[in-house]
């Protein structure tokens, strides 16, 4: 069996990372989620002081970027690693709110895609890998063997996720998840660097009315004619 790179794009909550880990585990790849990592330097610049009233103060944030380091750690009790920024682990505080809120605008910059590229490039040069976010069928592996685009409609998107963070404990409400959901599709996919869209070559997935097992069912049949 060769080893191929794997590329899950798509919008936000559309159950991408849930889609690449199974994935992952079934074909022994790593997984490497790139949205964590625009979300833990989203954390470090709401914890440094770098956003006020919603905003980014972007040159504070850009001259500290040398200081921002993010590892994945795998946690075998989970099967899949988890983000640590600066040494700490933050997988819990960067699926917050209000992470959430801010996540688009820092991933705006392009300094601050510079650096996550690079690094997802570094991660993906052996293949035997799935890797979701934004940009990667695009920009971070234009070359990959296996590319997806995910999609559903906004409010499906938003149950999910609302649902996803009542379980966690989090007090939201579904109009705000909502609303978040629909701001973070419009600034991604409108941004001047990288925006969300699908790759020429990509398979398009709507998953609104699809249950988890079709859905995975259905993309590794695709992967095993390739590998
Ligand atoms: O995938 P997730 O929803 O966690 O991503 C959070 C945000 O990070 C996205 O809304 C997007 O702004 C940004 N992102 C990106 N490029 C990626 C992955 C995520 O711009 N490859």
Do not use: C, W
């Not at 990372?17 to 709401?46: C, E, N, P, W």
């Not at 040494?87 to 705006?108: C, D, F, H, L, Y």
């Not at 705000?176 to 398979?203: F, G, M």
């Amino acid at each position: 069996m060769k080893k191929i790179t794997i590329a899950i794009d798509g919008f936000s909550s559309t159950g991408k990372s849930t889609l690449a880990k199974q994935l992952a585990k079934k074909l022994h790849y790593i997984y490497v989620d790139t949205g964590a990592m625009y979300r833990a330097v989203t954390l470090f610049a709401m914890r440094a002081g770098f956003v006020e009233n919603s905003k980014i103060d972007k040159i504070p944030l850009i001259d500290s970027l040398d200081a921002i380091d993010l590892k994945f750690v795998f946690n075998a009790d989970l099967g899949f690693a988890e983000m640590f920024l600066n040494g700490k682990n933050v997988e819990k505080e960067i699926r917050t709110m209000p992470v959430s809120k801010n996540v688009s605008q820092v991933a705006e910059l392009e300094l601050v895609r510079k650096k996550l590229v690079g690094m997802q490039q570094i991660m993906g040069a052996d293949k035997g890998m799935v890797m979701d976010g934004r940009d990667i069928g695009t920009v971070v592996f234009p070359d990959a063997e296996l590319k997806i685009f995910m999609t559903a409609s906004p409010e499906k998107r938003a149950v999910r996720r609302y649902k996803e963070l009542l379980d966690r404990g989090e007090d939201v409400k579904y109009a705000d998840i909502l609303e978040n959901v629909q701001k973070r599709d419009y600034i991604d996919s409108n941004r001047a660097i990288s925006p969300l869209k699908k790759a020429d070559d990509a398979i398009e997935f709507d998953n609104s009315d699809l249950g988890l097992e079709d859905q995975f069912q259905r993309i590794y049949e695709h992967a095993l004619r390739i590998i």
